[in-house]
């Protein structure tokens, strides 16, 4: 009778899957890379590296146990690494264009000062 009650297709002894360490941090970080281009290039080039790192990691982490942690979690750390590699690209072509213009602009500026005898 008891074999009866007992239902088979109950899950036995399981456990909720774990979240990625820092798979939310690379995320942010991936976002906050990429809205810091209006302030600042050189604080989305640090924040890109930072995660680019972390999401790296935490995807590698996965991939050792993924059976442990949840889905959700890998592709947070998935999206922040390409959030990641997105900031650094532009951050560093910025980066190149500021100093190309900054470069320019006191070129002309010393050419202005010269033509007036200054």
Known sequence: MDEMNQNPYQP???QPLLILPNS???LVLGIIS???LCCCSIVGLILGIIGLVLGINAMALYQQSPGVYSEASYQNANAGKICS???LVLSVLSSFLVIIFKS???HSIKEI???YGY
Request: zero cysteines; glycine letters at 6%; a negative charge.
């Open 104 to 106: 320019t602009y006191i």
């Open 85 to 87: 590699i997105i900031g």
């Open 12 to 14: 036995v002894n399981t």
């Open 113 to 115: 000062i010269e033509s």
């Open 24 to 26: 939310t941090a690379a």
């Open 34 to 36: 990429i809205a810091s």
